[in-house]
């Protein structure tokens, strides 16, 4: 069974209706976060998600740089519940238990690039075993590449 990562925030949800609040000198992370709740779907990466996802050769995962409130989690869920993007039919936790959606603990300053190499050594994901990334942001592009894993840009992410 090969695995196959999505991003969330410019993968699978349109978040350009509160990049404002990150986008100048001055980052409001918990005010971008607390509005996650009123992205909208990329139907084209959902699309994607939902092949692989019931695909029984591929295992799914999000890995998110995404706060890890429990607030913010309980929206996060909710909304990919609610538009049919959990990475088991199961729900957020696959048949053996393991939690297939990965966010940043809460305060967590640490650029993506570090959050993510993280997750993926913690979950044991590497370039032998996953067959595509998902993914947005140049930065996070560049690293998914430089780990040897093949990457999928879905949107220009120059932030």
Known sequence: MKNVIFDLDGTLALCDHRRHYVSGPV???????????????????????????????????ILSGRSGTEETFSKTIGRLDDNDL??????????????RIAVRQHGDKRHDVEVKREMIDQLGLTPENTEIVF?????MVAAWRLWRFQCCQVAEGDF
């Open 27 to 61: 980052k409001n992370w918990d005010a971008f976060f607390a509005e996650c709740d009123k992205d909208t779907v990329n139907e084209p990466v959902a699309r994607l998600f939902r092949f692989y996802r019931d695909s029984p050769s591929h295992r799914v995962w």
């Open 86 to 99: 959990l990475p088991s039919k199961m729900g957020a936790t696959g048949h053996s238990g393991e939690n």
């Open 135 to 139: 993914d947005d942001r140049n930065s």
